[in-house]
């Protein structure tokens, strides 16, 4: 059995490393237009790049581990069905049962990695994100500024500059509508300005020469001009526009004492509590998806029986996907006030560790799943579907 338990193990190890590179690079593919844009526009250090994908890391392995390991175990079992070694197996006195130790350790090690990231990893690369990116606004004073453009990346405040020089960080032609003062709206006008930077205090100052400042006093229903030979006006960098907009909330930042302790301030408010409670729940019930998925995925491989490996994969994105949108329901629903967050985030694991438990009894036992081929069929067509995409836009890139 040991001999067994190692071969198996082998079987899964490897498709595991291929599918955690794979995914890891597909969901750093989607940053790179954000990357491309802070290189070519913003002239933003290669090193501040590698250090800001480095850090979103946690929170892609979050949803590439429990794939991942879902993936490797369908895609072996797949291999040895299709190859007559579940049968030999089974011929020898080995069951499917004593076939399972291999699988759940890899399971349970993906449901740890994933309970690391959710709980440490992803709460420290979150801030470590923000601080990062509040050093590189203070680093780039005129990230984020366009010639010629009405930006409006600073709240309540819009800017019009003519010209920029990135270099010296020297601005012509400036426009600014300050809406900041609830008192009071001032436009000002300015030939040239220089950008100062203020890392201290997490703040780009504006320092504007010969300009006209007009104010309109709402309240008192007046207005005034005033000329300047010199004017400061100072913007904080934690109301700017981000380099990267995580939409998650605040609680992503908190680790479980944090988060624990925070929900406790919330007892007057049951959206927030709701909210937090949903975060709360994520960081456990992801993980435990490793575990559901990956005890699926064992009857699902030897179910498949095909020596295509795509069949694999169509399969297990079917799977996935499925798991996803029933988890996005969930946290939506919980977060309404729809179910308690308890029901939205841990039923689709008991659902899918509730179908993988009957359906191993099932094969263990040699009784069919009938329905088993309609899921072959959606997966041939999903494969294909993707075998189009890639076709295609391999000849629009010619």
Known sequence: MRITHHYILRSIITPLLVNLLFFTFMFLMGKMLKITKL????????????????????????????????????????????????MAFKSAGVSLYKMMPAALIIAVGGALATLLMTVYGMPQGKRAIKELTYATLAAHANVGLKARTFNKRIEKVTLYVNAIDTQGMRLTDVFIEDRRDPAAVNTIVAPFGQLIRVPDRRAI?????????????????????????????????????????????????????ELDAHLG??????????????????????????????????????????????????????????????????????????????????????????????????????????????????????????????????????
């Open 39 to 86: 290189i070519i526009n913003y002239q933003v250090d290669a090193a501040v790049i590698g250090r800001l994908l480095i850090y979103s890391i946690p929170h892609f392995l979050v949803f590439v581990l429990p794939m991942s390991v879902m993936m490797a175990i369908l895609l072996a079992f797949t291999r040895m069905a299709a190859d007559n070694e579940i």
């Open 205 to 257: 100052r504006l320092r504007l020469f010969n300009g006209l400042i007009n104010q309109v006093k709402r309240s008192a229903h007046a207005a005034n001009s005033l000329y300047f030979a010199t004017y400061d006006i100072e913007f904080d960098l934690k109301q700017a526009d981000k380099l990267y907009r995580y939409q998650r909330r605040d609680e992503d930042e908190m680790d479980l004492a």
């Open 265 to 398: 301030t919330l007892a007057a408010d049951p959206e927030a509590y709701r909210e937090a409670l949903v975060e709360y729940h994520i960081k456990f019930s992801i993980p435990a998806a490793c575990l559901a998925l990956g005890l699926l995925a064992i009857p699902l491989g030897v179910e498949l029986k095909s020596s295509r490996k795509s069949a694999g994969v169509g399969m297990g994105l079917i799977m996935f996907v499925a798991y996803y949108v029933m988890m996005t329901a969930g946290v939506g629903l919980g977060e309404s006030g729809g179910v308690h967050p308890i029901i939205g985030l841990w039923v689709p694991n008991l659902l899918f560790g509730t179908a993988g438990v009957v359906m191993l009894v099932r094969s263990a036992n040699e009784k069919p799943l009938y329905w088993m081929e309609p899921l072959r069929a959606m997966g041939r067509a999903i494969i294909k579907t993707i075998a189009r995409l890639v076709r295609r836009l391999a000849h629009r890139a010619r």
